[in-house]
């Protein structure tokens, strides 16, 4: 689990994994089998942040401030800058002397990958010959292009169970039951406090409970699913399933992801990129290489090397929010021989990726990052072993459509600029499936081809949505209290009003270094520790 490049292949694993995977739709995922994306989640100790691709990044600055905006007092940036420098080891010797925005005493290691291609540089120079600045996207301003800051110390993945569970593994106040499912928070409906928690450990049926409170952190999936078979979420929806309710609240709505599209990969004519096939040919020296010393190219996460913010409504503003990411990946995703079982796609995407399996590429993913679509969680049954339904709605608003074809358009431009050139970069025009009667590069076109190769990022979040307590779409409050019930909270990705502009991991880590905060408060404890 600690070997970066080949990170997707933990999907793969049942014992780890917990292959969530959405509604068939004819809108979306139409590329994979049955029309269903693969929805991965983390069913190990450190959750998805085990499964990740250890990318690190914040968001910007704007996206807490309009959390605050909503009426969550004590979220704007100025608020939760301090928890992100507060969890965090900042390795990169650059960045080591910015004590405004970095921290270096943190439990979370923060680093560049120790191996880089020659691509990745020739896209950072791509960036700077369309007029984009390079910078810290965890600094002041995002808008630009940077190399990948990871999760990652010495080589390796730190997960937030490294990172934080595995130090203080030896407290005595510390318990943890493994291979324990989860079936419902135990509510005094007399008193709307919740009171403990039910779970199946071995087939036995075991009750714990709580003399102070809960708190719950199944993430955006689970967390949802585990309140509304406690009887807290859309009454409507519960009585159909016969749970009775304790607290109607809009649980499982507002569900929000970044969605890419996975269909732009240029081809090289030289060995600069990562490729699979090398990788696992015995005659080179890459696992030695890793296993010995701890370098070489299974250092790098997935191959992602590098990214870009932009705003693509707004191509020469540097500063305030981008709408698009582009995620450089110094390899092919068309030709990886594991990606098309990870993503589940169907036959005929499989002809067209087993093309360029013995080629040399590149890819850049473009990434939404202010869906306007929202989509949902229900549940199939009054059973926590039946998984729920996942309702994304990727591109149901127009916007979103076009905002995607803007990235597109981007990332276009960037294989276009004399930096990449220089590796004789050519764009694979396949024409996928379905898309046939469109012309190339028409807007029709794209529109077909991202509904076709639709990508998850893996951001789940908004689904237990934090607001005041007078706002109808709210199910816990800035405090994170679930709204009506007593003595039970959430904190995962689950609460976020509204996706940030970026990779979701480090934001929930900031969640969770707020959250121990705001209960020793709540509490009467101090916060100097």
Not at 59 to 66: H, M, T
Not at 252 to 266: K, P
Not at 277 to 299: H, Q
Not at 339 to 346: A, E, T, Y
Request: glycine share 8%.
């Amino acid at each position: 689990m600690d070997i970066p490049l080949i990170v997707h292949m933990l999907q793969l694993s049942n014992d780890i994994n917990w292959k969530y995977q959405t509604k068939s739709s004819n809108k979306y995922c139409l590329g994979m089998k049955g029309n269903r994306c693969n929805w991965p989640r983390g069913k190990v100790m450190g959750g998805s942040s085990v499964l990740n691709y250890m990318i690190a990044t914040r968001g910007g600055a704007e996206d807490y401030d309009r959390w605050a905006k909503m009426g969550n007092e004590g979220w704007a940036y100025k608020d939760v800058l301090k928890y992100f420098k507060k969890l965090e080891t900042i390795d990169i010797p650059e960045l080591q002397s910015d004590n405004i925005y970095h921290g270096t005493k943190g439990p979370l290691h923060i680093s560049y990958p120790l191996f880089r291609t020659p691509l990745a540089k020739a896209f950072l120079d791509a960036g700077k010959e369309l007029g984009y600045p390079l910078l810290d996207y965890n600094g002041k301003n995002i808008i630009g292009f940077s190399y990948l800051q990871t999760t990652m110390v010495n080589g390796t993945r730190m997960s937030s169970n490294r990172a934080y569970l595995h130090p203080a593994r030896n407290r005595r106040n510390l318990h943890v039951t493994r291979e324990s499912m989860v079936k419902k928070v135990l509510i005094n409906r007399h008193t709307n406090r919740a009171i403990g928690v039910e779970f199946i450990k071995h087939r036995q049926i075991i009750r714990v409970f709580a003399s102070k409170e809960i708190i719950l952190c199944a993430g955006a999936i689970g967390s949802p699913q585990i309140l509304m078979l406690s009887g807290i979420g859309p009454t409507k929806h519960l009585n159909e399933l016969g749970i009775d309710v304790v607290r109607d609240l809009p649980v499982g709505e507002n569900l929000m992801d970044h969605v890419a599209f996975g269909g732009l990969t240029w081809t090289v004519d030289d060995p600069v990129s990562i490729r699979i096939a090398d990788i696992i040919n015995p005659t080179y020296p890459y696992m030695k290489d890793f296993l010995m010393t701890k370098s070489g190219p299974i250092t790098v996460p997935g191959a992602c090397e590098a990214l870009a913010f932009i705003d693509t409504k707004h191509s020469t503003k540097l500063d305030g929010l981008p709408d698009m990411e582009l995620l450089f990946i110094g390899g092919g995703l068309k030709g990886d021989m594991i990606l098309p079982i990870v993503m589940g796609l169907n036959n005929a995407m499989h002809q067209i990726w087993n093309k360029y399996i013995t080629t040399y590429g590149w890819t850049i993913l473009p990434m939404l990052l202010k869906p306007e679509s929202r989509g949902r969680i229900r549940l199939l049954a009054n059973d926590i072993n039946v998984k729920p339904e996942i309702i994304p709605n990727y591109f149901d608003n127009p916007n979103d459509v076009k905002t995607m074809i803007n990235g597109i358009k981007a990332a276009i431009s960037v294989g276009r600029t004399k930096a990449m050139k220089l590796f004789g970069s050519r764009l694979t025009n396949d024409t996928y499936p379905g898309c046939e009667n469109y012309e190339y590069d028409s807007y029709d076109y794209w529109e077909c081809a991202m509904r076709t190769v639709s990508l998850t990022i893996y951001h789940f979040t908004g689904t237990c949505k934090m607001g005041p307590k007078e706002d109808p779409t709210a199910v816990v409050d800035p405090r994170l209290k679930v709204i009506g019930i007593q003595g039970l909270r959430v904190a995962d990705g689950s609460i976020m009003p509204e996706i940030i502009s970026g990779h979701t991991n480090i934001p929930i880590f900031m969640i969770a270094e707020k959250l121990a905060d705001m209960v020793k408060e709540d509490w009467g404890y101090s916060n100097e520790s």
